[in-house]
């Protein structure tokens, strides 16, 4: 019988609602870095923030999974004479699904709760203007009446994020903010938990959950020099293409609850992808094949390229919505993208080469 794993589903929903939009990840880091200490032999961080944890430190290949911990957000530039604030993205943020969107400005107390504005539709009518929205067409209304008062509970830099909650869906269906990609944080704790419960692999395992993706995978490439991996996995997320509005065939059909997205192309090792083929063959691990040719936007991307080069692959849990403040993924998906994690790592020994011409 085929080892099912469980989900923890209370420290995923915890991990999702912490703040921490690229340059701030403390808050999620906090909690990643604590859950990471019951499971690893030692854990460790960096200047930039980036939070690490290893099992078998001398084994043989060094295997570096990484979840990103950063969130797209926003953050105070300046505040008007009647204390509407204005701000600008952290990252890709879409300024078309922000008006009257609730979102919280993190002060270093308790959260305040701000709403965002834009003006009116009838007015917008009524003159006859455009329809097309930038952000310095928006504010954040903290229900207040001056500067003044504003900057009593708020300060320039503040980071702001998506108010909204962890939900249930129908069935294994969940909705939230920041699932990208604190979910390849979360997912990197699960695999860690499942080798301390099991015997180590022959490899070292490294997970990282690194910062400042959002910006350019720039945790990533600092967590890369300090692990020296042999082999990286990026456990992140990628296009739920058959929702209205994709283009699937372009894209290549892929869906959420028929399995975690394998991506062939550049980015991902052929040897690599040749093994993630035959454990999930062998596992009856069900997953969806989707063509890259180009970069990844992933944290595989800068890592692949870096010293003498790595051998990368990714494991990539299909989502609706992205970079808006309801995320939306399959919890099956996510079972089954760490049990592919965790086979695969069982299957690597320090005689495999991926070199593509041996």
């Given at each position: 019988m085929?080892?099912v ?6 420290l ?10 690229s ?8 909690i990643?870095?604590?859950?990471l ?8 961080s960096?200047?930039?923030?980036n ?6 430190k001398e084994?043989?290949p060094?295997?570096m999974?990484?979840g990103h ?8 530039t ?29 002060t270093?107390?308790?959260?305040v709760?701000?709403?965002i ?7 917008l009518?009524?003159?006859n ?5 930038d ?6 209304d903290?229900?207040v ?11 320039i830099g503040?980071?702001?994020?998506y108010?909204s909650?962890?939900e ?12 990208d990609n604190?979910l390849g944080?979360?997912m990197?704790i699960e695999v ?5 419960k099991?015997?180590d ?5 490294h ?21 020296k ?6 456990l ?9 509005g994709?283009d699937?065939e372009?894209?290549g ?5 028929k ?10 090792n ?9 454990v999930?063959?062998?596992e ?28 990368t ?13 309801s995320?939306?993924i399959?919890?099956?998906?996510v ?8 086979e695969?790592?069982?299957k690597?020994?320090?005689n495999?080469s ?5």
């Open positions: 085929k080892e794993i469980a989900l923890d589903t209370k995923l929903h915890k991990i999702l609602e912490a703040p921490s939009p340059g701030f990840e403390t808050g999620a880091q906090a990643i870095q604590e859950e200490d019951k499971v690893c032999e030692s854990t460790s960096d200047v930039l923030g939070v690490m944890g290893t099992r078998n084994g043989n060094v295997v999974l990484t911990s950063d969130e797209i957000g926003l953050q105070i300046s505040v008007n004479e009647h204390g509407y604030l204005r701000f600008r993205p952290i990252g890709s943020v879409d300024p078309y699904v922000l008006p009257a969107e609730r979102v919280k400005i993190h270093g107390g308790e959260p709760l701000g709403v504005g834009r003006t009116p539709i009838h007015e009518r009524e003159n203007e455009q329809s097309e929205i952000f310095t067409d928006l504010w954040i903290i229900g009446h001056d500067r003044e008062e504003a900057l009593n509970r708020v300060s503040d980071p702001v994020t108010a909650n962890f249930r869906l129908h069935g294994d269906f969940i909705v939230s903010k920041s699932v604190k944080s979360f990197g860690m938990k499942y080798f301390d099991h015997q692999p022959e490899a070292a395992i997970v990282a959950s690194t910062v400042q993706e959002e910006l350019g995978a720039r945790g990533a490439t600092v967590a890369s020099h300090r692990i991996p042999d082999v990286m996995i990026a992140t997320e990628a296009w739920d293409t058959i929702v209205p994709m699937s372009k894209l059909p892929t869906e959420c609850g399995g975690p997205i394998i991506l062939r192309g550049a980015n991902m052929s040897k690599l992808y040749d093994l993630f083929m035959e999930a063959n062998a009856s691990i069900p997953v969806q094949i989707q063509g890259e040719p180009g970069r990844t936007g992933t944290d595989a991307w800068p890592v692949q390229i870096s010293r003498d080069g790595v051998t692959g990714l494991i990539n849990i299909p989502m609706r919505y992205c970079h808006t403040s995320e939306i399959n919890l099956r998906d079972e089954s993208g760490i049990k592919l994690a965790i695969v790592i069982k690597l020994h320090g495999l991926f070199k593509p011409l041996e």
